[in-house]
């Protein structure tokens, strides 16, 4: 078979100028676009810290145990040590009490990242911040739109353009700040470098690439070429920040292109419903309603009753042309190159480390179709057990 469904990824889209869009969150947040979502990540973490009354000498700041290695960069590169928190059962969530026992004199920031689309639980983690004086960030990378457009909770917000995220834009992020943090965050900011990205025909023939390599036969064909290391996941240290100039009508693109995208996740939950009798955990159903909320699906999520069904059931899945996948395979503890820079190991964290031994996560882009998930479901229920 050299056809193959890819795991994530939407096209990159062209500028629209001209479009007067009002991004959703401008009315509460600053929008500044940076060189990456992990750039933005990390300048969010540099304004917690200058921000706070404490002036620890090594400020902490809080993460889950599973999650994507760019979360650890962005605290290392600002000097901060990661602290880690262990998951609810069978949730890609932190645990409240977990988080509120890691909090100490040096904490300055709790960063609550949403999963697959699916937003962290953030006016139960706001709560805490708020007793404690640090911040609460939104890692919005995987998730469209944040949801502090909805509510305005978080201190700062943080956005990917990223390829595998919600709006490609083959690169690029975004940091949003309450406007309540006001002019000393801006002139910590606007003293970065800024680069400007040209939409000339070199971008452009990017583009046309990337979109070929995201149809089933492209991604076909660049699965084969093995020194990619397509969806391993490994720690990458942050070198510099730097703000990004984007070209007018690029990002409004992306964002009206997100919205009109249609969601797969209900049929998902329908057609994947058989599996609960068999042990298998459907952690996205109670998220019903992501197209009600303009929400994009990143990608759906199942946890296996263990670690060898989820196993098998990828492999039959891949066989068929399927590409799910296991996401970051691991807790941050055992990710190649963590050893030594986040607290732990997997034991420490149980619930992360189950959830990373057991998720199988399965394509919900917009080129999925009803008959891709029927088969997605009768391949499951041969390994289901
Ligand atoms: C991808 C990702 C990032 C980093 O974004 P980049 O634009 O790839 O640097 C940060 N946090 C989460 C949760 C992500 O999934």
New binding site residues.
Partial sequence: MTGMLRPVGSRVPVPHPGTNLQLPWAENYHTWCMG????A?SSAVLLAITRSSRRPSTPEVILPAY??P??VAAVVAQGARPVLVDLLPDYPFMDPEKLSNSLSAATVAVIA??FLGVPEQLSSLAGICRDHGVWLIE?S??CFPPDCARDPIADCA?L???RG?PINLM?G?ALLVRRDHGPATSDLLSGLPEIQLDVDWKWKARRQLFNFLLGRFGYGLLRRVPFLGLGSTVYKPLVRLCRLKLPAGLLEAGISEAKNRASISPEYTRKLGFLRQRRWTLFMEQDIAPQAEGRVTLRYGVLAPNQHVRDRAINALNQKGIGANAFYERALPEIEGLKGIVPGSASDYPNAASFANRLLTLPSHEDVTSQDVSLIASVISEWAS
């Fill in positions: 990456s979502g992990t750039q990540l999650g994507c760019d979360l990242a949403g890692d990378a995987q943080v990917s353009f990223g995220k690169g992020g």
